[in-house]
T-cell receptor
Framework: EAAVTQSPRNKVAVTGGKVTLSCNQT?????MYWYRQDTGHGLRLIHYSYGAGSTEKGDIPDGYKASRPSQENFSLILELATPSQTSVYFCASGDAGFEQYFGPGTRLTVL | QEKVQQSPESLIVPEGAMVSLNCSFS?????SIWWYQQHPGKGPKALI?????GNKKEGRLTVYLNRASLHVSLHIKDSQPSDSAVYLC????????????FGAGTRLKVIA
C-alpha cells in the first residue's frame, strides 16, 4: 500500500512567521505535489516536483516555496505567513499519468 | 487554464439508491479523468479513472466519458452509508507534465 505521511498534522502560526510543512513518501514515485483545499475551491496545486532537486510552480505559487532534497521528501515553506494562507494542505505522490496518493493533510491556521 | 465544474454541490439519498455525479471540463484534449473519494478529515483516495470515450465499470461504480460534450459522470449503484463522502473529479492536462485540475467536489450523504 502506497504511503504518504505529513507533519505536522496541525499547526498554528503567527502572521509574518515562517512555516515549514513536511511530506514523506515510501512509494518511490518521481512526482510529488502540494495542494491546498478550501471550501468552494477544491484542491489547488501550489508546487510540484519531478524528482530530487526539482521544483515547479503550480497554479497558485505566490507566497510559497518548495524544496525536494530527496526522492522521499518534499517540503512546503511559507517564509512570511499570512492569514489568507489558513487552509488544509495536502501532499501527494504519483507516477506520471497514474493515480495520486495523498497524505492525511495538515491543518494550518495563521493568526 | 482548464476549468472543472462539478454538480450537484451536495446530494442526500436513501440507502440502496443509484447516485449520479457530474463533471464538466473545458479542454477536449485532456488526457484522463479520475474520480477521488474523500472522507472527513482524510486525504482523497482514487476510485476509478477513464481515458477513452465510452464507459468503464468497476464493481458498483460506472464512469461515462463523452469528450464531444466535455462531460464525465460517475454512477454508484446500490449506495451505502459508507459511501457518504466528498467526490472529486480530476482532469489531467495535455501538457506533458501530468498536472491535474480538480473540481470543487460533490458532497454525498447516504441515509440508512
Amino acid at each position: 500500500e502506497a504511503a504518504v505521511t505529513q507533519s505536522p498534522r496541525n499547526k498554528v502560526a503567527v502572521t509574518g512567521g515562517k512555516v515549514t510543512l513536511s511530506c514523506n513518501q515510501t512509494n518511490n514515485h518521481n512526482n510529488m505535489y502540494w495542494y491546498r483545499q478550501d471550501t468552494g475551491h477544491g484542491l489547488r496545486l501550489i508546487h510540484y516536483s519531478y524528482g530530487a532537486g526539482s521544483t515547479e510552480k503550480g497554479d497558485i505559487p505566490d507566497g510559497y516555496k518548495a524544496s525536494r532534497p530527496s526522492q522521499e521528501n518534499f517540503s512546503l515553506i511559507l517564509e512570511l505567513a499570512t492569514p489568507s494562507q489558513t487552509s488544509v494542505y495536502f501532499c501527494a505522490s504519483g507516477d506520471a499519468g497514474f493515480e495520486q496518493y495523498f497524505g492525511p493533510g495538515t491543518r494550518l491556521t495563521v493568526l | 487554464q482548464e476549468k472543472v465544474q462539478q454538480s450537484p454541490e451536495s446530494l442526500i439519498v436513501p440507502e440502496g439508491a443509484m447516485v449520479s455525479l457530474n463533471c464538466s471540463f473545458s479542454d477536449s484534449a485532456s488526457q484522463s479523468i479520475w474520480w477521488y473519494q474523500q472522507h472527513p478529515g482524510k486525504g482523497p483516495k482514487a476510485l476509478i479513472s477513464i481515458f477513452s470515450n465510452g464507459n468503464k465499470k468497476e464493481g458498483r461504480l460506472t464512469v461515462y466519458l463523452n469528450r464531444a460534450s466535455l462531460h464525465v459522470s460517475l454512477h454508484i449503484k446500490d449506495s451505502q452509508p459508507s459511501d457518504s463522502a466528498v467526490y472529486l473529479c480530476a482532469v489531467s492536462l495535455n501538457t506533458g507534465n501530468y498536472k491535474y485540475v480538480f473540481g470543487a467536489g460533490t458532497r454525498l450523504k447516504v441515509i440508512a
